[in-house]
């Protein structure tokens, strides 16, 4: 697990990207579900939060059908 310090800002999609290269409501919610009290700041966090990333799996990858081919 790894614990850094939001910067002013600062968005849980971006803070999720930055760290896991995924941002999927699966890891937004591993995210919640380590920092209780997170989702008080909104949706824009202000500098100095410190934030616990939970160690997820990676995404597998998805699979993407044309219909119209």
Known sequence: MTTIRS???DTISNI???ALKRNDDQAEEALFEQNPGLEAYGPVLPAGVVIQIPTLPDKAAETVTNLWD
């Open 7 to 9: 910067r002013d800002g």
């Open 16 to 18: 999720l990207w930055i």
